[in-house]
């Protein structure tokens, strides 16, 4: 599916597929992180079975601003994982939604668009 963003000067998610995303029309192979701030950085996962509490830990970087919410983005279906992986957002008070990759693409433009401090999590498994 190809996206078009509102304002072509923040980052967002312009199209996606099986096994890939384009973030600002750069495609991405591999499980990636994206910030509404700008930031795109790999998420070294490869498939839902594999995440840590330790990966969702990661998502929150030092010397940046919390996001208010994290979009997680669980491959080509709707899987969740074990609350005690989030537990780290949530002492944090970070939100944290969790839905199929595509969906949680275009929800991450939407929120990014409107300004809000959002991070997408997205797991992209081959």
């Given at each position: 599916?190809?996206?078009h963003a509102d304002k072509p000067d923040?980052?967002?998610?312009?199209?996606?597929?099986?096994?890939?995303?384009?973030?600002?029309?750069?495609?991405?192979?591999?499980?990636?992180?994206?910030?509404?701030?700008?930031?795109?950085?790999?998420?070294?996962?490869?498939?839902?079975?594999?995440?840590?509490?330790?990966?969702?830990?990661?998502?929150i970087e030092d010397g940046m601003p919390?996001?208010?919410?994290?979009?997680?983005?669980?491959?080509?279906?709707?899987?969740?994982?074990?609350?005690?992986?989030?537990?780290s957002l949530i002492e944090r008070r970070?939100?944290?939604?969790?839905?199929?990759?595509?969906?949680?693409?275009?929800?991450?433009?939407?929120?990014?668009?409107?300004?809000?401090?959002?991070?997408?999590?997205?797991?992209?498994?081959?």
């Amino acid at each position: 599916m190809k996206l078009h963003a509102d304002k072509p000067d923040q980052v967002s998610v312009t199209a996606y597929g099986d096994g890939w995303i384009a973030v600002n029309g750069e495609r991405h192979a591999t499980s990636l992180v994206i910030g509404s701030g700008g930031t795109v950085r790999p998420w070294g996962v490869a498939r839902l079975e594999a995440l840590t509490a330790e990966h969702f830990a990661a998502l929150i970087e030092d010397g940046m601003p919390a996001p208010e919410l994290v979009i997680f983005g669980s491959g080509t279906r709707l899987r969740f994982v074990p609350p005690a992986l989030l537990r780290s957002l949530i002492e944090r008070r970070i939100g944290v939604e969790t839905m199929d990759t595509g969906a949680a693409c275009r929800t991450f433009n939407i929120l990014a668009g409107e300004g809000r401090r959002v991070l997408a999590a997205l797991l992209i498994e081959n």
